[in-house]
């Protein structure tokens, strides 16, 4: 998944001061009291004099975070007003450059905490997220509601074509223009007010979701009362789990959520009444009637996305969140989508045949249910193909995965080297610091990493950056990714799945996006791009996780250092398309659940979200109740918090764009430099400097189709177009 750091500009909507070169907020809102000055020896105040502006977090207290935040407000909004009431007739240099050159105080700031909220959060983040979400969300609307900005963009737009600007600024000029009507420049001034209620409230709400989510997550963790619940698991994780139960105080073995709707461990789990019971933790965790509960958050967000896109002149909130996106319109997605549910739910089916049978053969005496599948989809594997986890687990350890596997790979295509910092302030001590190094030696980036679950860290895994790419600004990219694999005991090693694995090589693919910027202007550069071809860098680069040459370099016994035998490799690639049914059918179920909520009109009466879901999947005839969605509404993070809605169809339009890539590579030597020296110089490091589709084509010598993607989904000769 990709977050985004680069921030809309945003307005102040209380009093400020300026006295002796600090500013002093002045609020009735006593939470504020505490951030009453923000002067010099607030670590934000200035560009960090760290390596590569890279944030001073061993000097960053949460103290700090709420000053600063409010602060990098009134120097932006004043930077903003300056531009907007220029005298001067407006030029590219005085509006649009100088726009891109605003608001770096309160990039700076909120980059440190968006990570830190994200990976490490407590209260006191928390609720500084709570008071600050709308008001920032006030702040955007400022500037792109601002007439005056708005007039002057529009002047510069307007004469674009006598301009003579080169093909990066001519594409900022369209970008912050469209952005601008997009947001609703163009609206009367009554309409305007009611949209800055609307952003404000939907902010707010989206706040008090993710708050709900995280805590719901950490709420619903199983506790099995021994170690009998547990059989199955290994005696590392099961000790894993009594050190998890024992830092929360509590008894038993403690196995916490992750993200998604299926766990890892229901795999392992011989004891049926324990998977049911992780699965209904997990299917319910924000729907217990407490708290935590989100159905009543969510339902009203979907209510106000549909309004504000009626105000906005869209007959949903898909087809205004589509027009600048690749798809461009929900139809063209639908379209997509549904043409691959019958193949994929076919699949599935017979997938859950042969699952049943091994049930029956066993006198299991149930029909299989979602507790089950991952359990018994293991047994047909082992039987299909003489697999299991436990087999492969010792020879993928978490740091040989990281240095011999995802860092070789990026080598090995792109000649870029990596080296460990220590004297880079991290976070947390979990968090490792590289610094990247090009081909020639020379500087290219910062990449942190942080893989560990841990309680106030959100669920899933995620990429973005501490500092972006910008010629303008002079900064090198500084990025990270976050993961949520499961801690190790003390002195046991780090074994992890191929599934995640994979992650690993996908997540590193948003960060090659963002460190193979090569833009001139922070809203083009790295990974602002659509949201349909963001995720095609990061599902490109997985396929490199079996690549032959890769796997054999990172592929080791943990304690022996001996490689993976040939036919344990084998029965790997055999088994690469084993259960692809079960897997595109529960991301399509998530993402047309996603296009369903958003496809209500402004009329539509607030929803029941349990009502909803069933619906919307036997609408989409993806209610398969051996398939659960793989994220369930109530907790569908990506949609209601995390800038996915209307968009998580990406995952699937963006498979396509990365199989047919692979194919390309496959046809041209594989993995050879001179292919990685292509892509990158051609797609990677052009951020959204160039049209996307034209992009990709010019890459690829044709437009993409979906022939590549059934092909490695194990789809071929179906239907689906």
Known sequence: MMKFTRLNAVRLIFMTLIVSGAI?????????????????????????????????????????????????????????????????????????????????????????????????????????????????????????????????????????????????SLRLVERVYDQFVHAGAGLSEPDKAQLRKLNEELSSLSNAFGNKLLAATKAGAYVAPNKLALAGLSDARIAAAAQAAKSRQVEGFLIPLQNTTQQPDLALLTDRVTRQAIF????????????????????????????????????????????DQMAKTPEAALKFMDAIVPAATAKAAQEAHDIQQVIDAEKGGFQV?????????????????????????????????????????????????????????????????????????????????????????????????????????????????????????????????????????????????????????????????????????????????????????????????????????ARIRKAATFNKGYDMTELLAAAELDMQWHFLTPDAPLQNPDDFEKQALAKTHLNLSYVPSRYRTSYFNHIWQSGYSAGYYAYLWTQMLSDDAYQWFEENGGLTRANGDRLRKMVLSQGNTQDLARMYESWRGAPPNSKAMLKHRGLEGTDAK
């Open 24 to 168: 002093v907020i002045c609020s009735p809102d006593p939470a504020l009291a505490a951030a009453a000055e923000f002067g010099p020896s607030n670590p934000f105040y200035a560009p960090s004099t760290l390596p590569f502006k890279a944030p001073p977090f061993d000097k960053i207290k949460d103290a700090d975070y709420q000053p600063a935040i409010e602060a990098g407000i009134v120097q932006h909004g004043a930077e903003i007003t300056a531009i907007a009431d220029n005298p001067e007739p407006p030029t590219f240099e005085n509006t649009i450059v100088a726009m891109e050159k605003s608001g770096q105080l309160l990039d700076r700031v909120l980059a440190a905490f968006s990570g830190v909220t994200g990976a490490n959060t407590n209260d006191t983040l928390q609720h500084v997220k709570t008071v600050e979400a709308p008001k920032l969300a006030a702040h955007s609307d400022s500037i792109h509601l601002n007439a005056k900005l708005f007039a002057r963009v529009s002047a510069i737009y307007n004469q674009r074509a006598a301009l003579k600007l080169d093909p990066e």
């Open 280 to 323: 209904e933790h997990s299917w319910n965790r924000t729907e217990r009637g407490d708290a935590n509960d989100t159905r009543d958050t969510i339902a009203r967000i979907a209510q106000l996305r549909a309004q504000k896109a009626k105000l906005l002149g869209y007959p949903s909130f898909a087809a205004w969140k589509l027009e």
């Open 369 to 569: 249910q979602p507790w089950d599948w991952d359990f018994y989809s293991e047994k047909v594997r082992k039987a299909r193909y003489d697999l299991d986890d436990a087999q492969v687990k010792p020879y993928f350890e978490l740091n040989n995965v990281l240095q011999n596997g995802v860092f070789y790979a990026a080598t090995q295509l792109y000649g870029i080297t990596f080296k460990e910092r220590h004297d880079i302030p991290v976070y947390h001590p979990d968090v490792r610091v590289f610094e990247v190094f090009n081909a020639d030696g020379s500087h290219l980036a910062i990449f942190y990493c942080d893989y560990f679950k841990r309680d106030n860290k959100n669920g899933g895994a995620w990429m973005s950056e501490f500092v972006g790419q910008s010629r303008l600004l002079g900064t090198t990219p500084v990025a990270y990714n976050v993961a949520n694999l499961p801690k190790p005991a003390e002195g046991e090693p780090a074994l992890i799945s191929f599934s995640d694995v994979v992650t690993m090589f996908h997540e590193f693919g948003h960060a090659l996006h963002g460190i193979f910027s090569d833009a001139n202007y922070p809203t083009l550069a790295g990974t602002a791009t659509a949201r349909d071809f963001v995720e095609f860098p990061s599902q490109f680069n997985e396929h490199w996780a079996l690549q032959p040459a890769v796997f054999a370099h990172y592929a080791r016994h943990y304690k022996t250092g001996a490689l993976m035998p040939p036919e344990l490799v």
